[in-house]
């Protein structure tokens, strides 16, 4: 049997329109030796109808439904056969060229990990780039775990996840082998990038964006995180289906505020977990009380992002006074350090949050909205039409 360069492997739910635009993109590449791995969770049969459209033998049409998100995410990975797998989310989009980009850079430097950002897409006709690094570089796993466990989910940036990664195999088995599922709750794309980190030295980080993000509007996202930021009802949901992963994790001596209310939270519990997979101290790469620095740090910074996105963050603002104000003296102090600033964007943040939340300035500021995205990034017929005028 054939063993192709490329496994792309597509966990999908519920949007057969996004996954039919991904699949398109990805059949419509100028290098062909790859196959796509398709895990259809979805509660209907809409996206079977989309998949069967498609007559390709590369396409792998696995039917699963009521798998948890991380379950359905193994399922595809445990189907590969390729060399190198990508993940990549039914919210997402291939750019013209990037197999072969990729094809060229894996023979040429022989890289076990290669990851890149992404560009965004919203829907119908308007695409906004991310800025790239001058440079590709090299990046040590040691760096971006050492800035992940400070709590700044930005280090997950330059990590291997999916939509944004080309992994060697040989890695994704030997984790495998250790561990039976790459992918765990909560987060399957957390847990895999860090299982991915502590299993190679270093990740190549090119200077190319490969793939766009879809997004419905310029004020809405796919996906759960979008949920959690914004407590939507399909979040809570979400979080109801994992009732036994909350209360194992509930008491983690790693996070001072219970009861998940952050972000970080939720991805900290999981990262915690892979560690104690490997048997490693977190202490490896940084010191308790700098982790604790960070995650005071970057928590406040959440309850002024989201209190700006117009979400309602009193409780856990109260929570983070309280549980701050039981914290020693040095990481008090050292927070306070980098708060600096922060009475001037607590009011700022308040200021945005009244003008989202009243009706008469809410309104005011949908008709500036309207005004300031109309001629707001670069505009294209559709999304095909951006595909074939753009080339990696």
């Known amino acids: 049997m054939h063993q192709p360069l490329f496994s792309i492997v597509i966990p999908s739910k519920d949007r057969p329109n ?3 635009n991904l699949i398109w993109s990805v059949l419509e590449q100028n290098f062909s030796d790859f196959e796509i791995i398709i895990c259809d969770n979805s509660t209907n ?5 989309v ?3 498609f007559k390709d033998d590369r396409i792998v049409n696995i039917k699963t439904g009521n798998l948890k998100m991380y379950e359905n995410w193994n399922c595809g ?4 056969l390729g060399k190198y797998m990508m993940l990549i989310s039914d919210k997402a989009f291939l750019k013209q060229g990037a197999l072969i980009y990729l094809k060229n850079l894996i023979y040429a430097k022989k890289y076990k990990c290669i990851t890149w950002k992404l560009d965004t897409y919203v829907e119908p006709n308007t695409l906004l780039t991310q800025p790239t690094n001058s440079d590709s570089r090299e990046v040590k796993s040691s760096e971006l775990i050492k800035a992940i466990l400070g709590a700044d989910y930005y280090g997950f940036e330059d990590a291997p ?3 944004t990664s080309c992994v060697s195999m040989e890695v994704i088995s030997e984790i495998k082998n250790k561990h039976k599922n790459v992918c765990q709750a909560l987060n399957p794309d957390y847990t895999m990038a860090m299982h991915i980190l502590l299993s190679i030295k270093s990740v190549y980080r090119i200077n190319q964006n ?5 997004r419905p509007s310029f004020l809405e996202s796919f996906g759960n995180g979008a949920g959690f930021l914004k407590k939507t009802e399909s979040n809570r949901n979400f979080m109801r289906e994992y009732i036994d992963w909350f209360q194992n994790t509930n008491d983690s001596k ?5 009861d998940n209310h952050f972000i970080i939270d939720i991805i900290l519990k999981d990262v915690y977990e892979i560690l104690k997979c490997y048997k490693i101290d977190p202490d490896t790469f ?10 005071y740090f970057h928590t406040f910074k959440e309850i002024l992002w989201r209190k700006r996105m117009g979400v309602n963050m009193s409780d856990e603002y109260k929570l983070w006074i309280q549980a701050f104000n039981g914290e020693i003296t040095l990481i008090q102090d050292k927070v306070n350090q980098k708060r600096e600033f922060w009475r001037l964007l607590l009011l700022k943040a308040n200021l945005i949050y009244f003008i989202k939340t009243n009706p008469l300035t809410a309104y005011l500021l949908s008709i500036y909205r309207a005004f300031k995205y109309k001629d707001f990034g670069k505009k294209f017929n559709d999304i095909e039409d951006y595909y074939k005028k753009n080339e990696v």
């Not at 940084?286 to 960070?294: A, F, I, P």
């Open 286 to 295: 940084l010191n308790q009380q700098d982790r604790l620095t960070g995650y």
């Open 161 to 163: 996840m999916h939509c």
């Open 210 to 214: 490969l793939a766009l993000l879809i």
């Open 77 to 80: 990975i445990n189907a590969v």
């Open 51 to 53: 998949i069967k459209r």
């Open 45 to 49: 049969d809409l996206t079977q109808e």
């Open 254 to 258: 790693e996070i001072p505020i219970k």
């Open 18 to 20: 996004s996954i039919e």
